[in-house]
């Protein structure tokens, strides 16, 4: 039976909040996450780690026994929930549908709201327990940094994460098509509903310098500048502030306009003509559409906005598309280096005769030859190291070769009888010696790793 | 030979600076943004091969040559407006200017005139040089107008969707770079002017004659003025510095190759006469 990579777990597709709640709250008591260890050291999972967020909980796996683990993690999540939980809300992804779902959760591809950029936090601060507690091996270390690796590829080569999804953040993505940057704008907000916070939030996040409140109730006012360092001005005051601000964020809950095109006419040449953009979510509006006539001012109103988040939304899907093929590349590249996985143990078995060899023949000659200087030493020793590495070069890029083929077995067996190399895939054994060559630089570079810590410990001279 | 190099490096350059409005592939703004690097390169050279290598005594062509060298600064001035500004999608609107510009080198008339040791008369040169570095900041000052009614027009009208694709530069940052265009521009071309009719005066000793290219030139050099002031002093912005700006450069192109292709000017006279 060969190690299987497996995901299972529940997310909000599957499974309403309570439980993930339940299953949450679960996995964080001691009896559980004993449990998880038990299983661990019982040979159950070679590796292990568990990503926990609100949306999903997955548990990704390396194990031999794929259908007894499905079934314990079944178990767990079950016992977990206090066994709210049934067993149609899990899901099992098993081998490369496993790593293609991990590379499609991190890119977001399988989030609630598409694109959205927190889940890959998750997933590396899921990873980074699971390496302090020692529980992922050579395997889930190589496919967790190609997850980050993946996501991070999907979202500079792909448009997913960069289209507004919500009209404060439409807002301030049509602002910046206007003034480029928002640092040192001025920010007026008229009116100070839920809804107008929100959007101030966003545009002060991104940099904009100042805020001003105008508001009915002065109460309000005074607590939301509290809360932004915002100055107030009266509500009837508010035309006076068009000279200096360069958004306009408009939410009252007045039925006539408040604001018209002569009250901005006026002030359009005391601006210089800086560009003023204003926005209206307020219905009805508060903003005389005719203002949008006059150069340099740009007003839109809560359907324009929701126009451009419909589109964007839609446009994420076009972009996931491109995401999916860049996952589909990547998850075939992580098979392949999956499969010389296989061809693996036998290039160390071969690596290992050879070496074997050279340094029984080396003490041999040296034993013969007392009179060498430690120079002429350890020129021979490079010598041989040379022959060794240029004759099997050869052999092992062969083996690496047909690693993506079906008949490799094939190929396997006839090397081993070539070389008379010891039979048996006891590849468990061989497993054990990865970690260290996968996780110093996570690229698998026999030709120095079996060399160096084979050689440095049988090494006849190196002690000298 | 060279300029062929040239072209074809341009020609990549703009293609990459095309495809970038639809990946976003980080590297290819960079890729593109070093095709028109060498391609500015080979076209300095295959410049300084042709007229401004001491030996040489060929023909230069008040059309062929003048917008041939005009292209090459306004490439090199993208290069250097593009190395660390967002501004690098605006190649697909100036690089297509180079590209036509080395086109109409090759296509116009050749029509040359042996170059004279008055050609090197220092009033001469300075009004030349002068003149092409202002053309070349006009011609970027007319792309950018063009970019910014676009987007300004796609904003204004509530075409969000296509606004918000176009990766261009915001309204604001495309009317800095105009501003700075012009405010460059103009003062080369005030110079440029002057040395002109300075010029004339030494050569003919007259420095009006009335000449459809002196008036055009002045015309031109009017409608700056105008948008130079405007900018400066009123805070003219947007589209209406974009539309002065526009109709400033027709009236450059005017002056620069279409005088001389539809009529006898004393440019062309001029050099006949020196060569008599």
Known sequence: MEDQILVVGINHRTAPVEIRERVTAGLATEDISRNLDMLKRDGFFDEFMVVSTCNRIEFVVVSRESAEVIKAINNLLCEASGRYLS???????????????LFRVASGLDSMVMGEPQILGQIKGAYREATQRRTVGVILNRLMHKTFSVAKRVRTETGIGCRAVSVSYAAVELAKKIFGSLRDKRVLLIGAGEMAELAAEHFMRNGASHLIIANRTVERAIELAKRFRASTIPFSHISNAFETVDVVLSS?????PIIKKEDIKAFMRKRRYRPLFLIDIAVPRDIDPKVNELDNVYLYDIDDLQEVIEWNKEERR??????????????????????????????????????????????????HLPHLSEDDKKAIIKLTEAIVKKVLHDPIMFMKRKASRPSKEFYVDLVQQVFNLPMGDDRRAHNLKLPEVGCSNLRIDTNTTAMASEGGNIHPFKKD | ???????????????????????????????????????????????????????????????????????????AIFA?????????????FIMPFVLLGIIGASVLP????????????????????????????????????????????????????????????????????????????????????????????????????GDPKEILSILTWCVYAILFHQRLALGWRGRKASIVAICGFISVIATFIGVNLYGETHHVTFFHHQEK
């Not at chain 1, 149609?88 to 293609?100: N, Q, S």
């Not at chain 1, 009252?252 to 006539?256: A, E, K, M, Y």
């Not at chain 2, 074809?8 to 590297?27: E, K, M, V």
């Open chain 1, 252 to 256: 009252t809950g007045s039925v006539n």
């Open chain 1, 318 to 367: 076009r972009e996931a598309e491109k995401a999916e093929h860049i996952i589909e590349e990547e998850t075939i590249k992580f098979h392949r280096w999956l499969q010389t996985l296989d061809v693996f143990p036998t290039i160390i078995a071969m690596r290992r005769k050879a070496e074997e060899i050279r340094l029984t023949e080396l003490s041999k000659t040296f034993s």
């Open chain 2, 80 to 92: 250097l407006l593009a190395r660390h500004r967002p501004i690098s999608l605006m190649g697909t």
């Open chain 2, 1 to 75: 030979m060279l300029i062929v190099l040239a072209f074809l490096c341009y020609f990549l350059g703009t293609a990459g600076y095309f495809i970038c409005a639809y990946s976003r592939q980080p590297i290819l703004p960079v890729v593109a943004w070093w095709f028109v690097v060498v391609g500015a390169l080979f076209h300095a050279l295959d410049l300084l091969a042709s007229i401004f290598f001491p030996q040489y005594v060929g023909e230069f062509s008040l059309h062929s040559d003048a917008l041939s060298i005009v292209s090459l600064l306004v490439a």
């Open chain 2, 110 to 209: 050749f029509e040359g005139v042996p170059m004279r040791p008055i050609f090197r008369h220092g009033m001469i040169l300075f009004h030349i040089a002068m003149l092409f570095i202002a053309y070349a900041f006009f011609s970027l000052s007319f792309s950018i107008s063009l970019v910014y009614l676009l987007q300004e027009r796609k904003l204004k009208r509530k075409d969000l969707k296509t606004a918000m694709t176009l990766l261009f530069p915001s309204l604001e940052v495309l009317d800095r770079l105009n501003h700075r265009c012009v405010l460059i521009g103009f003062p080369f071309m005030t110079a440029g002017l002057i040395a002109g009719f300075g010029a004339a005066q030494v050569f003919w000793k007259k420095f009006w004659t």
């Open chain 1, 87 to 101: 067993y149609e809300m899990v899901y099992t992804h098993e081998g490369l549908d496993a790593v293609r779902h």
